[in-house]
């Protein structure tokens, strides 16, 4: 059981690459989410996930996509990467079952775009 | 906009102290969750408290919810070098958003 894993760890990209950050769980969770994280800011939500093919967007969503099209992952892709997305991107997963239930995060991928 | 608003943003103690942390928030909720992260990993959950609750304790971790002044407190007692981490207050809104909101973190260093 290796919970949620998020490949890769750290990646370097320049200005208008693009790019697709995987996370994958393996506890048949319903509701999968990203998170950015930036010095003094705590998680910002990207989007998130309530099930295969159902996707909103959360706090900053712009110049991010997603896509659901199965339960176990939920990859998020830069389309035109730009340094203002510089940061650290958690995915984290829970049930969607009961409204009382904590989130499951993975270790982070490590992003710097020049 | 964050949810949940931890005070202090950094704490340093010396082993053995007890470390208190504050989180206050904006709008009703279903529930607060704590959750820990050491440097350089992601977020670990702690405690979670729901809003009918005042009170809830885990090993050495106490929390309190104070619906009325929308403010949780987290207790950590008898302080080890290894509880040196972030910790992070999270509100898990009403109304069926779905959206767990994260405040911006106290920093605690337990010195040795």
């Known amino acids: 059981n290796a919970g949620v894993t998020q490949t890769p760890k750290f990646q370097v990209l320049k200005t208008g690459q693009s790019m697709t950050l995987q996370c994958a769980q393996d506890?048949?969770?319903?509701?999968m989410s990203w998170y950015r994280q930036d010095p003094g800011m705590g998680l910002r939500l990207i989007h998130y996930?309530?099930?295969?093919?159902?996707?909103d967007q959360g706090e900053v969503p712009n110049g991010y996509n997603v896509s659901r099209s199965t339960t176990e992952d939920f990859p998020l892709r830069l389309l035109s990467a730009a340094p203002s997305q510089t940061s650290v991107y958690f995915c984290?997963?829970?049930?969607?079952?009961?409204?009382?239930?904590?989130?499951?995060f993975g270790d982070g991928t490590r992003l710097s775009i020049l | 906009s964050q949810q949940g608003e931890e005070d202090p943003q950094a704490l340093s103690i010396q082993e053995g102290e007890n470390a208190t942390m504050n989180c206050s928030y904006k709008?009703?909720?279903?529930?607060l969750q704590w959750y820990r992260q050491n440097s350089g990993r992601g977020l670990v959950h702690l405690i979670l408290?729901?809003?009918?609750?005042r009170e809830k304790h885990s090993g050495r971790l106490r929390v309190t919810l104070d619906t009325s002044k929308k403010s949780s407190s987290l207790l950590i007692t008898a302080s080890r070098a290894a509880d040196t981490a972030s910790y992070f207050c999270?509100?898990?809104?009403?109304?069926?958003?779905?959206?767990?909101?994260f405040g911006k973190g106290t920093k605690l260093t337990v010195n040795p």
């Open positions: 984290a997963s829970r049930p969607l079952q009961g409204k009382h239930q904590p989130q499951h």
């Open positions: 506890m048949n969770h319903e509701y």
């Open positions: 996930s309530v099930g295969a093919g159902i996707t």
């Open positions: 709008t009703s909720i279903n529930n």
């Open positions: 408290i729901r809003s009918n609750e």
């Open positions: 999270a509100t898990d809104a009403k109304g069926g958003s779905e959206k767990l909101v």
